[in-house]
């Protein structure tokens, strides 16, 4: 198959490294203005059309997320797309006929969230509480956290669009959330226009109270989840990628060697190419997550 990547930034590489070393693919192509890439490289919209792949990646900056799907929908019938999340910067009415759109939370497969999925199935939960917090200037070494997407508005950044997996995995695990109350806000001195803080109070569908807490502040990464409902207490951590589950008084201890980094990301293509789509999130889903995301920005206390 011929595959083309839309962007070049950090995520772009990363998908044209990982793509480039799969069986199924026998040529990447990158959509970018960068010079001197070490792939085949297109600059206009249009050659797109001439090359005619099969299996697409948006990995531009967020906010030219929606164009971009827009013309792919518009010049293409039966083609694999792969957006990058979060799906766009702000909510757009939009659907998908002609496509096969998938969006890339790729933790769905880190091995803790599923595992945590699986464990989870079928039980009555009672409370949820999520922490991520990291660093922002410590995300891309050698690289000023001021000129990354995640520092400006108009590029789509922010803490609640960057670390969107936590809006995504909660619901895949336990339903749509309902939020009661939200702050979500520029708090530290980081020299951002975005927000940094998002503190979110709900509940699932199924009733289950919600805490949700996502920062760029932190200066040691936490991404911990602990989850209480009847006959079991889950502690886990996808840091360390640990996790505790006490059932009943029986308590079970996980751990998973350290995760190669691009793990979740190659589990994600080879279960999109194999239609292995169980796990993979939908357009569908993409775009409840995108309106959830709109809500919690427009009614932040």
Known sequence: MKALIIGYGSMGNRHANIISGMDEFDEVVIF?????????????????????????????????HFEQLKFLEEKFTGKTILVEKPLFHQFNEFEISRNNVYIGYNLRFHPVIKKIKKICKG?????????????????????????????????????????????????????????????????????????DFLMLAGETEKGTKLHI????????????????????????????????????????????????KNFTYTAQHDAIINNNIEDVCTFSEGMKTMKLIDYLKSNSL
């Open 213 to 260: 807490s996502l920062n760029y502040f932190t200066r040691q990464p936490i991404r911990q989840i602990i989850i209480d409902g009847e006959g079991i207490s889950l502690q886990a951590n996808l840091i360390t990628n640990n996790m505790s589950v006490n059932r009943d008084g029986q308590i079970d201890d996980y751990s998973w060697s350290e995760i190669e």
């Open 123 to 195: 039980k009555r939960l009672w409370s949820i509480y999520v922490f991520c917090g990291s660093y922002l200037p410590d995300w891309r070494p050698g690289r000023d956290y001021r000129e990354t997407t995640s520092a400006k508005q108009e590029t789509g950044g922010g803490v609640l669009l960057d670390l969107s997996h936590e809006l995504d995995y909660i619901q895949w695990i336990a339903g749509d959330i309902t939020p009661v109350h939200t702050y979500n806000e520029k708090l530290s001195n980081l020299e951002i226009d975005t927000d």
């Open 32 to 64: 970018s203005d960068q010079k001197d890439l070490s792939f085949k490289t297109i600059t206009s919209l249009n050659n797109i059309v001439e090359i005619n792949p099969d299996y697409f990646v948006i990995a531009s900056n967020t906010s030219l």
